[in-house]
């Protein structure tokens, strides 16, 4: 066993309201340079809906992520021996059209327009053109179900359910789905990469680019399914989300976690077994791989697991974090938590909490257990989402998330603690409250538990000078 801790996050979608705001700090502090202006590290995308770019989950179209072909695991776009005939012609490469156009609009016409009888307007120009141009889609073309009657038909999360009756007025849903690197415990991206600039950091597991290395091939993008890789077509290099490993290695949570006006991010650090990544990853059915994913979950209250982490030189403050982290009670210990698109077998570190959305009609008190098929996003496409199709982990997850506000709903209104949901969905007292903190009064630092990266200390003279009081600069 190879105990490895791999920083995470969990996504609340029952708190999110779309505001974006998560996305415009980290546009503004890591993406703000010439070629990067389609880049969008973190976006938010309205269910249901094709997503940014167009697509992105239909791997028959994109061909990223894994398959098992004859019981053995391979990139789905083909391995080395494809790649090197086609190294310079992507096929499954998406289009910026698939992405958009980025474009400014012509501001200074507004003043240097000649005096006439109706206000001045501007057209949008393109940034990497120069030239005007018609607006045909963006980052957030489809924000609050815009123009669904015609995109959301191609979602794929439709799957097994008549989509035309879920886009009828009356039975349409919504809600908002964030979405960033998944920072995989198996990347594509990594596996898919010719020049070996992909890397996935030994200490965190954030996966990175080394700008140095990388060749722009292009096949990490095309490789990625969830198509959070980018090519930066000034620098000729591809870029990605850096989970703000700088802030992280200060302890602190990362730009959009920070600034979440909802309050749905929570960040900490997963213990898990390297040595069974490849047995995980090569579930012999897309069901098997959700539940195979948890297992190589570790539990850091375990004292074997703690001992031995700590005899392969784990850091104790990393231990620590581990035994506090947020995630690991969300995903594995509460199973509130799922990963996205768990079939294209990366093994993705960013987990969501289902929402709990508002039934279709009224249900009597003891219909209580049927409420989870009153709701009106269907079940099966939340498992579409995020279980590869399995309901029953989506059901367990919405029953408990219900039965925990049936429970303090008794507390807080009725006076009386109603337990008797508890124990249906596996909860007790102490573990109803205690899931009850986190999500909905938990503090700063209960949300993000982040260790800080200890320097080694035979290597202290390096920082000779650069820390401590400068009285130079006094």
Not at 4 to 31: E, F
Not at 59 to 68: A, I, K, M, T
Not at 93 to 108: G, K, S, V
Not at 333 to 338: F, G, N, Y
């Amino acid at each position: 066993m190879k105990i490895k801790a791999q920083t995470a996050m969990v996504l609340n979608l029952d708190k999110c309201i779309g505001c974006h705001t998560c996305s415009i700090p980290c546009k503004n502090v890591w993406t703000t340079r010439k070629g990067a202006e389609y880049m969008w590290f973190n976006n938010v995308e309205c269910k249901p809906g094709i997503g940014y770019p167009k697509k992105w989950e239909n791997q028959d179209v994109h061909r990223g992520g894994w398959q098992l072909k004859n019981g053995r695991l391979e990139l789905k776009a083909g391995g080395r021996l494809h790649k090197g005939i086609n190294i310079f012609h992507n096929p499954d490469l998406p289009t910026i059209d698939e992405y958009y156009e980025p474009w400014n609009y012509d501001y200074e016409s507004l003043i240097t327009s000649p005096e006439r009888k109706h206000q001045p307007s501007i057209r949008p120009r393109s940034q990497l053109t120069g030239k005007h141009m018609d607006l045909s889609w963006g980052p957030n073309w489809e924000d609050d179900l815009a123009g669904a009657s015609e995109t959301a038909v191609g979602d794929i999360n439709f799957r097994d359910l008549d989509h035309a009756l879920y886009l009828q007025f009356r039975n349409v849903f919504m809600f908002y789905l964030p979405r960033l690197c998944e920072h995989c415990l198996n990347p594509a991206c990594v596996a898919s990469c010719p020049s070996g600039a992909m890397y996935k950091r030994e200490e965190d597991g954030i996966v990175l680019v080394d700008q140095e290395r990388c060749r722009g091939w292009r096949y990490c993008v095309s490789g990625c399914p969830y198509k959070k890789v980018y090519f930066n077509w000034k620098t000729g290099r591809a870029e990605k989300c850096i989970f703000c490993y700088p802030r992280v290695e200060a302890g602190m949570t990362t730009l959009c976690a920070h600034t979440c006006v909802g309050r749905i991010r929570y960040v900490g650090l997963f213990l898990y077994d390297a040595d069974r990544i490849a047995e995980v990853a090569s579930a012999k059915e897309d069901t098997d791989v959700y539940p195979a994913h948890l297992d190589i979950l570790l539990d850091p209250e375990d004292p074997e697991v703690t001992d031995r982490a700590a005899a392969q030189g784990m850091a104790p403050n990393v231990i620590d974090a581990a035994l506090r982290s947020p995630v690991y009670k969300l995903a594995k210990a509460w199973k509130l938590a799922l990963p996205l698109h768990p079939e294209f077998r990366t093994l993705p570190m960013v987990w969501y909490i289902p929402p709990l959305s508002p039934i279709r009609d009224y249900a009597e008190p003891g219909q209580e257990s049927d409420l989870i098929d009153r709701l009106r996003i269907p079940v099966r496409f939340l498992a579409n989402l995020l279980t590869a199709g399995d309901e029953a982990p989506v059901r367990l997850a919405l029953h408990r998330l219900s039965a925990v506000r049936h429970y303090m709903r008794s507390v807080r209104v009725e006076g009386q603690a109603d337990e008797a949901l508890l124990q249906a969905v596996g909860l007790d007292r102490d573990t109803t409250e205690a899931v009850y903190r986190l999500l909905a009064l938990a503090r700063f630092d209960e949300r993000y538990v982040l260790p800080t990266t200890r320097p080694d200390a035979s290597q202290l003279h390096q920082f000779q000078g650069r820390c401590g009081f400068n009285p130079d600069a006094a």
